[in-house]
């Protein structure tokens, strides 16, 4: 496995990825999507297994105290191997950040094996 920066290269692969755990987040616009990833604040990380992405992070961070991971996802194939781990600990010193917060459905477990401090928290809607 690679860990490295994400590049325009890996974008398909982390579409597929998202599309794989039912996220619409990126849709089919492609160029949207780049954009995205690479906007001014945001980390975006990559795991390869050759060519292959088999897992990305996504975190957003002012560059000095906070930092948030937006997305994560591996492949079905290669969770629980440390794909996501080394993820987290290959983009939080690149964030720039002191500490990085994150929402999670199902994946508790995952995240409390990291440091950390529990919060209650919300994600608010537009409308």
């Known amino acids: 496995m690679t ?27 492609l160029d949207r999507a780049h954009a995205v990833l690479t906007a001014p604040g945001v980390t975006t990380v990559v795991a390869l297994d050759g060519d292959l992405v088999i897992g990305f992070a996504y975190a957003l961070s002012d560059g000095h105290l906070a930092a948030y991971l937006s997305m ?37 477990a995952f995240y409390k094996s990291f440091e950390h401090r529990t919060f209650g928290g919300f994600r608010i809607y537009p409308g």
Not at 7 to 14: F, K, Q
Not at 82 to 108: I, S
């Open 72 to 108: 994560m996802a591996v492949h079905n194939q290669y969770r629980r191997k440390g794909v996501g781990r080394d993820l987290v600990e290959y983009a939080f010193p690149l964030t720039g950040a002191q500490r990085m917060d994150l929402v999670t459905d199902d994946a508790g």
């Open 3 to 29: 860990l490295t920066t994400y590049t325009r290269d890996h974008l398909a692969g982390i579409v597929a990825l998202c599309e794989g755990e039912d996220w619409p987040s990126f849709g089919a616009d």
